[in-house]
């Protein structure tokens, strides 16, 4: 079964402090597909990375970098220097036959 | 020029009404969704069309009936509300639909109802 947990439920920061959000799932497939959303106050969802499963790099986005390992099922996701901004409830998600199966979200306080 | 548009943006109605929620995207693209996010912001599919077909349709009640005019458009039409009906209801869009799961969805700005 395809599954996708956030452990995490809310994460408080402090301006410029780092977070790392934690995403662990579960897939039988050998190819699949990783991805963060971010949902703001405003309540829209806001696509971040996509990642399949044979690359493993790090990627880097500005503040943003997530550290794929499949060797733990791990998709974890790291702001730098945090900002207000920043605040928002953000998804992990696994793709599986075209349906997103998401994480239950984790949810950043920044505050100044 | 909004990627994908859903109104009304809030719904507020009484029980036992019947309600639709409409969605477009202009991307071209070729596969919709309909997702629903539970008050406790869990987010879950409801539906999805190919090209104007259904090929997704998860465990939903029957009161649900989404339709798709045309390919830049999914409606979804809910009969009979009831109480547990009200929550946020996304409209998605992908460049296509592929078995190996690769497609980025794209998201409307959804659709809060809430049944009294």
């Known amino acids: 079964a395809q599954k996708v947990t956030q452990a995490q439920t809310e994460i408080s920061v402090v301006e410029k402090e780092d977070v790392t959000l934690d995403c662990v799932y579960e897939t039988r497939d050998t190819t699949y597909y990783l991805f963060w959303y971010k949902q703001p106050p405003s309540g829209e969802l806001v696509f971040l990375i996509r990642?399949?499963?044979?690359?493993?790099q790090n990627e880097i986005s500005g503040r943003y970098s997530w550290n794929f390992q499949k060797s733990t099922s791990s998709f974890n996701f790291t702001i730098t220097a945090s900002q207000v901004v920043d605040s928002a409830v953000y998804f992990c998600?696994?793709?599986?036959?075209?349906?997103?199966?998401f994480g239950a979200g984790t949810q950043v306080v920044v505050t100044p | 020029d909004t990627a994908v548009s859903q109104t009304p943006k809030y719904l507020v109605t009484q029980m036992g009404n019947d309600k639709s929620i409409k969605c477009e995207q202009n991307l071209g693209h070729d596969t919709m969704y309909w997702y629903k996010q539970d008050s406790k912001k869990f987010l879950k599919i409801m539906f999805s069309?190919?090209?104007?077909?259904?090929?997704i349709n998860e465990t939903v009640p029957n009161r649900f009936s989404p339709k798709s005019p045309d390919k830049a458009h999914l409606n979804l039409h809910i009969n009979s509300l009831e109480l547990g009906d009200s929550a946020v209801y996304f409209c998605?869009?992908?460049?296509?639909?592929?078995?190996?799961?690769?497609?980025?969805?794209?998201f409307g700005p959804g659709t809060r109802l809430l049944v009294l």
């Open positions: 998600a696994l793709s599986f036959w075209g349906k997103l199966q």
């Open positions: 990642r399949n499963s044979f690359d493993e």
């Open positions: 069309y190919n090209n104007k077909e259904l090929i």
């Open positions: 998605a869009s992908s460049q296509k639909f592929t078995s190996d799961q690769q497609e980025t969805q794209y």
